[in-house]
């Protein structure tokens, strides 16, 4: 019962973004607010997640963890029940910041909960049952939004999540166990710098997507200032929010490796699947959602059959071999044409999926079992940084070189279409949701017209950017191999 609540919070916390980025236009439409806005309500709880994630897990250590993930429940509950019956844009505003603050809680706690409550022999297999039952759980929850926001009102979309809270919160006091406490302080500095730190970095990555700008940059910068006063308030102090003497384990770094590879490709690839389906096949946006479904299906099996797997082969060889098959998926992109099958378009984003949830399981383990005594909560956190980072800075980069590549390769094919270069940025963002940046509200229409102009250009960037960005897991295979060393199976 403590899995499978876990792997309920797990996924509340992915699938919330996901829900309001597949119901942007309603919700905008709705409360009458303007297309910035409804791209900063897109994307704010995901960055205060971000932001708060490390803070989350810190005060779980300090407070208890289950305390700390109830605390998330409740937060969750109120703030999107706020955010349903919001009257105007700004207690939307209020509502969405909420709700990234509580999501922070789910995702900082719940694999520090699975890794305090089950003993060494059993946590790989515990792990990849908390990873399967949260994708499970997750597939058909944004389908299910969308349809209850159709037939009832956009308001509808923000209560899926709090009913899955409230069933959590009944599993959670009923069977879950609290976690000892850390006897130290709390270090309020140290979680203030990281705060700044994560969201300067995520939300200027993000920014990105939409070219080089001088707000991102900044943001950036400042992210990174207040990044490297972290490490030095960590290092100065006695009761550091996070001893980064765990930087030290080549394992753990490995695990910091992989986990950033496989979220920059999950994510980055997303605009591949969708810019091919919609800007080139002229395919409507939700056959992306369609085909999603079942990879995530299948993912979840795989995350399930990753405990085993890493107890049979070892850690090292599970994190190689699930980097292997995004990689073979990224290099399946290199035979997409205008006709491709659905069924090899279905393959490539299945294999990406599978990979991914292959790689989850032991770098979770990894870095779990790297964890001092009652900093599970803060590596928790880290964990989850490590991969946000990651999951925002893979449609930034993706998004960059796409657009030079379509530049380089056929922007005079546009030259006599009337499109300018923005909207060319754009159908590369078309139906791009769910990441940090937020939902795009974008025109699917126009998109298929910059295809319809420049469409073997746009293979081509396609096709070249699969092959550029394979150099991703090729590097994280050789990180695992090397820092690893040793691969016993566990």
């Known amino acids: 019962m403590t899995v499978i609540a876990m792997g309920l919070g797990y996924a509340i916390s992915v699938a919330d973004p996901t829900i309001l980025s597949a119901n942007m236009a309603q919700v905008r439409i709705g409360l009458h607010i ?68 509580a999501l ?28 399967g039952a949260g994708y499970a759980i997750v597939t ?21 999540t709090p ?39 995520i939300y200027g990555i993000s920014r990105l997507e939409t070219g080089v700008n001088a707000g991102a940059i900044a943001s950036i ?27 030290g384990s080549g394992r753990f770094n490995a695990a910091v490796i992989a986990g950033m590879a496989f979220n920059f490709l999950v994510a980055g690839s997303m605009i591949l699947f969708a810019f091919y389906l919609v800007t080139v096949r002229g395919e409507s946006p939700q056959v992306l959602g369609l085909l999603l479904i079942p990879a995530t299906a299948l993912a979840a099996l795989a995350a399930t059959a990753a405990g085993p797997g890493a107890t049979r082969f070892g850690d090292r060889t599970l994190l190689a071999g699930g980097l292997a098959v995004m990689l073979v998926g990224l290099l399946l ?54 991969n946000q980072a990651g999951y925002s800075l893979g449609p930034a980069v993706f998004a960059l070189v796409g657009i030079n590549l379509v530049i380089s390769e056929g922007m005079h094919k546009l030259a006599g279409s009337g499109i300018t270069l923005e909207e060319a940025r754009e159908a590369f963002r078309v139906t791009h949701g769910g990441l940090v940046g937020g939902a795009h ?27 550029v960005m394979a150099v991703v897991p090729i590097a994280a295979i050789v990180a695992a191999m090397v820092l690893i060393g040793h691969n016993e199976p566990r």
């Not at 922070?104 to 049952?129: D, E, K």
């Not at 910068?221 to 929010?241: H, N, Q, S, Y």
């Not at 509200?441 to 699969?466: C, E, F, K, N, Y």
Request: charged share 10%; glycine share 10%; with cysteine.
């Open 140 to 160: 058909p929850l944004p389908a299910l939004a969308s349809v209850l926001a159709s037939l009832i009102g956009w308001r509808a979309c923000f209560l899926v």
């Open 34 to 101: 303007s297309v910035s806005t409804a791209s900063l309500i897109a994307s704010l709880a995901t960055l205060t997640m971000a932001a708060a994630v490390l803070g989350a897990g810190t005060l779980g250590d300090l407070y208890g963890m289950r305390r700390m993930f109830v605390f998330g429940l409740l937060g969750t509950i109120v703030f999107s029940v706020l955010a349903a019956a919001a009257p105007s844009a700004a207690v939307l505003v209020v509502a969405r910041a909420g709700v990234g603050v």
């Open 333 to 386: 992109l290199r035979t997409f044409d205008e006709h491709t099958s659905l069924a090899v378009v279905f393959a490539a984003l299945a294999l990406n999926a599978v990979g991914g949830a292959m790689v989850a399981t032991p770098q979770a383990t990894i870095m779990m079992a790297s964890a001092p005594a009652q900093l599970g909560g803060a590596v928790s956190g880290v964990k989850c940084a490590v």
């Open 221 to 247: 910068l400042m992210g990174l200032v207040a990044g490297i006063g972290f490490v030095i308030r960590e290092l100065r102090t006695p009761e550091p929010a996070l001893d980064l003497r765990i930087f």
């Open 163 to 201: 009913i899955i809270a409230v069933l959590t919160l009944a599993i959670t006091l009923r069977y879950v166990p609290e976690t000892p406490r850390a006897p130290r302080t709390l270090d309020v500095p140290g979680l203030v710098l990281v705060a700044g730190a994560l969201l300067g970095l």
């Open 104 to 131: 922070a809680f789910l995702l900082g706690l719940s694999l520090a909960i699975i890794n305090a409550v089950f003993p060494p022999g059993r946590r790989a297999a515990a792990i990849a049952l908390y990873f």
């Open 441 to 467: 509200v974008v025109d699917p229409d126009r998109a298929r017209v910059v295809g319809a102009a420049a469409t073997q250009s746009m293979l081509d960037a396609i096709h070249t950017l699969g092959l």
